[in-house]
């Protein structure tokens, strides 16, 4: 096999972020070994050519940068066993996910056991956003391991921060993730608003874009709150973001910070995984409030029930 240009990393979790990761980095000239216990994604990632390992130790073994976005600490903890197992030289972990600080500050010590650096370096961004490199990195854990990696994030985003010790990053993810909770429901809310007071959705979504009413979230999601359609494209599927509002309220209720509209946003994301939208975008949001406010989208995207 040819050289890669740039060197070689693994990535294992293949789902909407690390695939978008390895597809970017396979792009940017990089060797991608990669692993997920679901062989479609496996499938889907090897003919954009990206090398399919046998499982995590095997990534490890062979890439001496491993970047890790999995879906649950239970994901983190298996992934952490099977490349201590490995026994492979030291490697620097890049974890990308979002988990709480006790998760993650666990799975550092058995690595480090190990001979191994992990890197606390959970990502903000969507899924749409990872695919097209539109993400930020909040880095911590190890500023010379951080500054070595540069060119290899520069790859897949487009600006890392280095927040200083292990764990910053994670705190710096729970302060960006209550905004980007509050966002989407606000911006689904302004949507039926505009929608049962007889706006037609695409202009809604234009000139809010256009004015002091517009964020990054309502960018995203606004165009799938247009068309209804929350299953097509899905950057962030309801069932993982329960994880990291989870995460986040839990932290908040544990250095006692009230977050009054954050808990509100909550109940509407429990009310979408109560009516089965788990599977899809978190934009779906907006159909769970279209429902409490009694209106029904017709032909052209209309709502009746005024």
Aim: glycine share 10%.
């Amino acid at each position: 096999m040819a050289a890669a240009k740039n060197g070689t990393v693994g990535v294992v979790g293949l789902g909407i972020m690390g695939g978008a990761f390895a597809r970017n980095l396979k792009e940017a000239g990089w060797r991608v070994i990669g692993y997920d216990i679901d062989a479609a994604r496996c499938r889907a990632m090897a003919r954009l050519g990206v090398e399919i390992a046998a499982n995590a130790g095997e990534v490890a073994r062979n890439a001496p940068t491993v970047i890790t976005s999995l879906p649950s600490p239970k994901a983190l903890a298996a992934t952490v066993a099977t490349i201590v197992k490995a026994k492979v030289p030291r490697r620097v972990i890049v974890e990308a996910s979002t988990f709480t600080i006790e998760d993650k500050t666990a799975a550092e010590k058995e690595l480090r056991k190990a001979g191994h650096i992990l890197l606390d370096c959970p990502v903000s961004g969507t899924g749409a956003q990872a695919r097209v490199r539109d993400l930020v990195v909040y880095a911590s854990g190890g500023t010379a391991a951080i500054d070595k990696l540069r060119p290899m994030f520069t790859a897949f985003t487009r600006a890392v921060h280095d927040v200083g010790a292990f764990g910053n990053g994670s705190r710096m993810k729970y302060v960006a993730n209550l905004l980007v909770a509050i966002h989407n429901v606000a911006s689904a809310e302004a949507m039926v608003l505009g929608i049962k007071a007889g706006l037609p959705p695409q202009l809604i979504y234009d000139l809010v874009k256009s004015g002091a009413g517009n964020s990054r979230v309502f960018e995203l999601r606004g165009p799938m709150m247009v068309k209804d359609d929350y299953a097509s494209n899905v950057t962030m599927k309801i069932a993982i973001w329960q994880k990291d509002m989870d995460v986040i309220g839990g932290f908040a209720r544990k250095i006692r910070v009230p977050t009054p509209m954050f808990d509100a946003s909550s109940a509407i994301y429990t009310k979408a995984r109560k009516s089965g939208y788990d599977d899809q975008d978190t934009a779906a949001v907006c159909a769970v409030l279209e429902k409490m406010a009694g209106v029904k989208r017709g032909k052209k995207g209309k709502r009746k029930g005024r």
